[in-house]
């Protein structure tokens, strides 16, 4: 074995295969992933089978269903209408909606395949539709997409009479066996996600299939992947219900979104350029007005290594220019730091200032913050160094969006693990960090490594905030959070301004956790996180309970987004 440990290219390769089984992020197996998707898919048959056991009879709901049929497929369609057929709740309309060139040979198949009554049409244009469905909710899925029998009953019972659009979770149709599989257990609604994979793709309802057919979308696969895309676009508050449980079925073949990039390009010009990128997501940089001044803060004591790695990769790398360092010095003893420091402030774009007091991470991030000039402030540990060059543009980008609040990095360990890639609430009872100790080339569940997107909180280890938000909500608590969940606090502080929160996938930088502070491993220290731990409990419980960017039905026991226990 020694032998081999000498090795580079063996230990490589190890290392590689450790990776792909999953051991070292605890990822599910695909075995152990069929056998807790087998207990959800019985646990919610039972739950629905409950709820329908509460009614005297199930019978038509108000609610019409429009079938998209972008390349004719008997066997697509015939799937799709046999699912329709076994609704236990039935549509009050069925629509199919076909190019001009397959209306004669879908009527046909209809005649010989399908007792049902349904309309076929060419346009959703209101004046092409029977009135019947123009004046009814519709729900909108394509052929091929297999419908759970009780998505009809669902969608009359569980929607809020105020809704106005809605989506469901999805999973996937295994080709050759038609199993269920792979389920996609969504976020709430998640702008910047559609925006960069349309994980809305399908099963989409609609108060008013008027909203829909304004638009003048081309039938395609992304038809309702980019209507999602405009709603954010039109209305940047727009409020979208999520129904939180697997009722449609999709083909497994699907294309990647990255595909529709023609179509996106021209829908995002207006305001954010589609960057080249070899990934199924979409790397968007949102167009800038101004060049704002970014105030750099970076505490530290002693550390000359980590201190001198992290502004060197800063300087010599990052290729956005209006920025100024904040290295704040929080009684450096070692007399090499000191001296490296005093060449610093000789630098036209550091600044070093001295902070006297014990350690307390939010009391000298305000004590900094103060100090600064920039409209934006960047909170930066003193172990980050820069990998992607562009990582400052693309977070800026994000930050001076008005709807946006707090911007996170995707932090990796040394070793090219995830380190960070957005906070969810829950994980131990208070927060934690999806996708941690993945390797930093996988996609993640549902593409989200890979994909900006929105987090209820991201980690201050790297974090962009608009000075002015950042003391709209008071800076960071440095009373009852010192140490820990200060940037959590702070994030959902600025959340209940009415401001998203993001992860920017394309912002990569290698964070050395806790390299300077040390580890929870003193009798003080412990008593000191346990009581940072039930504040964030106490004060953020709703949003601990119930993590929008998160979903009900995954696990808070580990932090790999696996399916959660239902036995």
Known sequence: MDRVKQNPRLVAAYSRNLHKSGLLYQLQTLDELKRSYADYIHAHNNYLDEQVSRF???????????????????????????????????????????????????????????ALSFKVVTSLNTECLPPEVVNSPCFFVFAGDVLHPYLGFVLATELPSSSKLAYVDTDFLNEKSQQKEFPDFKPSWNPDLQLTNGYISSGVWVKSVGDFSALKLPLNEFMLSVFMCTQYITNPNVHVEHISQVLLSRPSNLPTFSNAINQLSTLYSPFASVMESALPSVYLRWHLNTQPLVSIIIPTRNGLA?????????????????????????????????????ELSLHSKIKVFNYAGEFNYSAINNFAAKKAD??????????????????????????MRDDIGCVGAKLLYSDNRIQHAGVVMGYGGGAGHGHKYFPSDHL????????????????????????????????LNAEKLAI?????????????????????????????????????????????????????????????????????NLTLKRENFAIKSFR
């Open 444 to 475: 993640g569940y549902m593409n989200r490594l890979i994909s900006t997107q929105n987090y209820s909180a991201v980690t201050a280890a790297c974090l962009l905030i608009k000075t002015k938000d950042y003391w709209a909500v008071g800076g």
């Open 56 to 114: 005297d009879e199930v019978g038509n709901i108000d609610c019409s269903l429009i079938v998209c049929v972008t390349d004719y497929n008997t066997n697509s369609l015939l799937a799709t209408l046999k699912s329709i057929k076994e609704q236990q709740a039935a549509f009050s309309n069925l629509v199919i909606y076909c190019s001009a060139n397959n209306i004669v040979k879908i009527n046909e198949f209809l005649l010989l395949h399908s």
């Open 374 to 399: 920039g409209d934006v402030l960047a909170l930066v540990n003193n172990d980050i160094e820069v990998i992607e060059p562009n990582w400052l543009t693309n977070m800026v980008s994000h930050v």
């Open 484 to 552: 820990a969940f200060n940037d959590v606090d702070l994030c959902l502080k600025v959340r209940a301004l009415g401001k998203r929160n993001l992860y920017c996938a394309e912002a990569a930088l290698y964070h050395h956790e806790s390299v300077s502070r040390g580890h929870e491993d003193t009798p003080q220290k412990v008593e000191r996180f346990n009581a940072e731990l039930a504040y964030l409990q106490a004060t953020w419980a709703d949003v601990i309970a119930a993590d929008p960017a998160y979903n009900p």
């Open 306 to 342: 980590l201190v001198k790695g992290c502004i060197e990769s800063i300087l010599n790398k990052t290729t956005y220019n209006n920025y100024e360092i904040l290295l704040i010095d929080n009684g450096s003893d070692d007399l090499d730091c000191i001296e490296y420091f005093n």
